[in-house]
């Protein structure tokens, strides 16, 4: 019976390693063929299309020094905007988010449930729906092809809310009435002592909205008309059209683009993790 | 708990140590001001005011960027929007959308591709958490890394390696591997079947490794000894999963059926990447929102595009209301 069991386990644990190395290869694959095509010619990439085949002869390092020469593209004008956003929206909405879920955590006001199941009916509208009505409002607004633009609407990130108020829930009230009692205003309780203790929740969502940030693509297309304002996906994208077919460009750029991201997941993988499935958590 | 209470009390009292030497005088109001200027400042300061000035940003940005776009494009979808000039024309926009075979299409292709997404993602990473969680394999810390990776990427990126990698030519690899198992190459991305097949494997590669992600989240919260005293009556792994996770997953699943139902209602820029633009052959890929995109910004139709979002926003927010009364959120709310 024993020996029976001890089989099956073998059996289950084969298949299982079988399943995970099968679904392993299955999402690296076309990674590594983005990784080979770095190597060849931009140009069988619009004839042949992606493969793992080698050609050892025919692979070069001219897609690279192109690349990084860079007076002929505007790749890496594309990659300090993109920087730049991301860094700006994290900070921005990191700290607007706080101080909002910072109001619905520690305070009690009409119609305050209300206001919170706002929020969460906000978070789970998608995006593309809300593209041409807000495109609208940025025009009418005239703010269109501003960075402006492309950061305000999402200056308060209800999920970063969501978090944050299930964070500062639970930091014992007696914190914000000791600093109460000592005569703080209801300000310096927040950026004083709330604010550092929030320190170790802001990881995990600088981490979500940057990434968000950096890989978002269909609002600041549609936000963004000059060429020297584009973000990284959207100058991709670019290449792609059929007036500049710039192959080349657009595969080892789209490798650069991954690059720090997955640099970034490896090194901080817990938060990475943390932030992306922060709202399955509920409670 | 009892020490982090603790530690926390000790915490407080350097707090106040703190503060009584920092903020003696802070609070009191200089003469100079006028008296207006005092009570404003007064109930700037008060703690009934404070609530609504660290809410006001959300507050703001709701109202500017959500509810004003969204009310307008209420009143624009009872209008044909024309450059300079509007006509109110009641519900003809809705009204032709019904009638619209390219809206159908769109409609159609949006719907099988979410029930292909939940009947594919759902199962697959629900067994692969289940996997993970009993312990049977090892490394299981580098396959967790491996399948995250192709949410870090950007749809752009991501798209346009699929669309190569679905390349017409005989060399590209999907076709290499069509031959290697003796079929003939095919044009993947002219064909509605394959093209939605394409369309598929994309979504799944992107999304795999973040909803194993939340079903583990999700495994966390079930007690080992459920599974313990299951083996020891003989429940063998297939049986724990039909009696003790799948139920227990439950609010895990209803999160990620309301989060997929919105991923695939609202797909588009895969669509868009995968073929190169929104117009694919016979529209196979056109989504909803493709064919929002496609008489908005293209057509510059603003007004029966809106129509056609306001369909779809009453569409998510029906479902995800039904997803925060299932969780019973509502009820949760009114207690708290």
Redesign the interface.
């Known amino acids: 019976m024993k020996r029976h069991s001890n089989s099956?386990?073998a059996a289950?644990?084969a298949a299982?390693?079988f399943?995970?190395v099968v679904?392993?290869l299955?999402?690296?694959?076309?990674?590594y063929?983005?990784f080979l095509?770095t190597f060849k010619d931009g140009k069988d990439?619009i004839?042949?299309?992606?493969?793992?085949?080698l050609d050892w002869e025919k692979l070069h390092f001219r897609n690279y020094s192109m690349l990084f020469s860079g007076s002929a593209h505007r790749y890496w004008i594309w990659y300090r905007n993109s920087m730049l956003l991301t860094v700006v929206q994290v900070l921005l909405t990191l700290f607007?988010s706080a101080?909002?879920a910072?109001?619905?955590a520690?305070?009690?006001?009409p119609f305050?449930?209300l206001?919170?199941?706002?929020?969460?009916?906000?978070m789970?509208?998608?995006?593309?729906?809300?593209?041409?009505?807000?495109?609208?409002?940025i025009n009418d607004m005239k703010m269109s092809d501003t960075y402006t633009a492309v950061l305000?609407?999402f200056?308060?990130h209800a999920s970063t809310?969501f978090f944050f108020r299930q964070y500062i829930s639970g930091i014992?009230a007696?914190?914000r009435e000791?600093?109460r009692?000592?005569?703080?205003?209801?300000?310096?309780i927040?950026f004083r002592?709330i604010f550092p203790i929030m320190k170790p929740s802001f990881a995990a969502m600088a981490i979500m909205n940057g990434?968000n940030s950096?890989?978002n693509?269909?609002w600041p297309l549609?936000a963004l008309r000059s060429d020297a304002k584009y973000t990284?996906?959207?100058g991709?994208?670019t290449l792609?059209t059929p007036y500049g077919n710039n192959y080349d460009l657009?595969i080892v750029g789209?490798f650069f683009?991954?690059i720090p991201?997955?640099l970034l997941?490896?090194l901080f993988?817990k938060y990475?993790?943390e932030g992306?499935?922060a709202?399955?958590?509920?409670g | 708990m009892c020490r982090t209470?603790w530690k926390?009390?000790l915490?407080?009292d350097l707090?106040?140590i703190h503060?009584?030497k920092k903020?003696?005088g802070?609070?009191t109001i200089h003469p100079f001001f006028s008296r207006m200027e005092v009570s404003m400042k007064k109930f700037f300061?008060?703690?009934?005011a404070?609530?609504?000035?660290?809410?006001c940003?959300?507050?703001l940005?709701?109202i500017?960027?959500?509810l004003?776009?969204?009310g307008?494009?209420v009143i624009m979808s009872f209008q044909n929007v024309l450059q300079g000039q509007t006509e109110w024309i009641g519900l003809r926009n809705y009204r032709q959308l019904l009638n619209d075979r390219v809206f159908r299409i769109a409609v159609g292709n949006t719907f099988k591709f979410t029930i292909g997404m939940l009947l594919l993602l759902i199962p697959i990473s629900m067994v692969?958490a289940c996997?993970v969680n009993s312990r049977?394999?090892k490394y299981t810390k580098i396959?967790?890394?491996?399948?995250?990776?192709?949410?870090?990427?950007?749809?752009?990126?991501?798209g346009?390696?699929?669309r190569?990698?679905?390349?017409?030519?005989d060399?590209?690899?999907m076709?290499?591997v069509l031959q290697f198992l003796g079929g003939d190459p095919i044009k993947w991305l002219k064909l509605r079947s394959t093209g939605y097949a394409a369309l598929l494997i994309l979504a799944c590669?992107r999304w795999?490794?973040?909803n194993m992600?939340?079903y583990i989240?999700?495994l966390q919260n079930i007690p080992a000894e459920l599974y313990e005293s299951a083996a020891i009556d003989g429940a063998?792994?297939f049986w724990q999963l039909i009696g003790i996770s799948i139920p227990l997953l439950k609010?895990?699943t209803t999160?990620?059926l309301?989060?997929s139902i919105?991923?695939g209602?609202?797909?588009?820029?895969e669509s868009y990447?995968l073929w190169?633009g929104n117009n694919s052959p016979s529209n196979i890929g056109l989504t909803i929102?493709g064919y929002?995109?496609r008489q908005?910004?293209e057509k510059n139709a603003?007004g029966y595009?809106?129509a056609v979002?306001i369909l779809?926003?009453l569409v998510?927010?029906a479902i995800?209301?039904t997803?925060?009364y299932l969780?019973g959120?509502?009820k949760k709310?009114?207690r708290?």
């Open positions: 099956s386990l289950r644990k299982s390693y399943l995970f679904i392993a299955f999402i690296m694959i076309p990674l063929a983005l095509a990439m004839q042949y299309g992606l493969s793992l085949s607007v101080c909002v910072y109001g619905f520690a305070y009690e006001f305050k449930n206001a919170f199941v706002f929020v969460l009916i906000i789970s509208i998608p995006f593309e729906i809300l593209m041409l009505p807000l495109y609208q409002q305000l609407p200056l308060t809310i014992p007696q914190i000791a600093g009692i000592d005569g703080a205003t209801e300000y310096g927040f002592l990434m950096w890989n693509f269909l549609l990284l996906p959207i991709l994208n792609i657009l789209s683009a991954i991201i997955v997941f490896l993988q990475f993790i992306m499935t709202g399955a958590v509920k | 209470n926390m009390s915490h407080i707090i106040r503060f009584l903020t003696g802070l609070e300061y008060s703690r009934k404070a609530p609504f000035v660290f809410i940003p959300f507050v940005t709701v500017v960027f959500w004003l776009p969204i307008k494009s692969l996997i049977i394999m396959f967790k890394t491996i399948y995250f990776i192709p949410a870090l990427t950007s749809v752009v990126v991501a346009t390696v699929f190569l990698i679905f390349g017409e030519s060399r590209a690899l076709n290499q590669w795999i490794g973040v992600m939340y989240a999700g063998n792994g609010p895990t999160y990620v309301t989060i919105n991923a209602l609202s797909m588009f820029i990447m190169k929102v929002l995109y908005g910004i603003m595009a809106s979002g779809l926003l998510v927010l995800n209301m997803q925060l969780t959120f509502f709310e009114e708290s």
